[in-house]
């Protein structure tokens, strides 16, 4: 079924320190998958996202790690800043489908601590 | 930078009146989104809409939901009838086509408070 889920509700790091988030996906079919950023009272926004084509990906300061044996997906932020406090969303997005919706999972909060 | 606009920022309401919601989408998209967010709880989805009519809805977008785009550049919710647990963010998206990894871009939403 369509089901993406977070391992833990909430990170904290030391700021400069490197972070790691992981998300467990259920649909072997998902072939897109997106990480997205909410800060408080602000809406969702896209970081960086991934097709199921391939394993890992990069951006600005965050990789997305994608592995489809066991359906597990990371999101990893290098060298953090206080701006990087949020919650964190894996979505899934069935794009290839005749739907298009995103299908978000629970949100891990991250705590950048000084 | 385009970005999505959402009206007003918080709406409060008495249990059983009409609502709407208020969204400017990216100008050059052609697919609108509406989500929703309980204080608390992971976003979901709503309803889609292209091309003037819905392409697909959720089972909390029931017959007190309705969507419009009535011009070129606003989309808006309805809420006909508005329950204590309708209270949530709405956040509106768009997306300028469907082809696979074109982002969805989410506007600050609106804070809908039932009483």
């Known amino acids: 079924g369509e089901s993406v889920g977070l391992h833990l509700p909430t990170l904290s790091v030391q700021e400069g320190d490197n972070s790691i988030i992981n998300c467990a996906y259920s649909?072997?079919?998902?072939?897109?998958f997106i990480w997205y950023k909410q800060e408080s009272g602000k809406g969702p926004q896209f970081i960086i996202d991934?097709?199921?084509?391939?394993d890992k990906r990069q951006g600005q300061r965050v990789t997305v790690l994608l592995n489809k044996t066991v359906k597990h997906l990371s999101l990893q932020i290098a060298a953090t800043q206080p701006g990087d406090s949020a919650v964190y969303f894996c979505?899934?997005?069935?794009?290839?489908?005749?739907?298009?919706?995103?299908?978000f999972g629970k949100g891990t909060r991250l705590h950048i601590l000084p | 930078e385009p970005e999505v606009t959402q009206t007003p920022s918080h709406q409060v309401t008495q249990m059983g009146q009409e609502v709407i919601l208020r969204c400017v989408p990216i100008?050059?998209?052609?697919?609108f989104y509406w989500y929703r967010q309980i204080l608390g709880q992971k976003v979901e989805f709503l309803v889609s809409?292209?091309?003037?009519?819905?392409?697909?809805k959720s089972e909390i977008f029931d017959d007190q939901f309705s969507v419009e785009r009535p011009d070129g550049s606003n989309f808006t919710l309805k809420i006909r009838s508005t329950k204590l647990e309708d209270s949530a963010m709405y956040f509106c998206?768009?997306?300028?086509?469907?082809?696979?990894?074109?982002?969805?871009?989410f506007g600050a939403g609106t804070r809908l408070s039932v009483l």
């Open positions: 979505a899934e997005n069935l794009a290839m489908n005749r739907d298009d919706k995103i299908i």
């Open positions: 100008s050059n998209h052609l697919y």
């Open positions: 991934i097709r199921s084509n391939m």
């Open positions: 649909n072997s079919a998902s072939d897109y």
């Open positions: 998206a768009s997306r300028r086509s469907r082809r696979l990894q074109n982002i969805q871009y």
């Open positions: 809409f292209y091309n003037n009519e819905i392409s697909e």
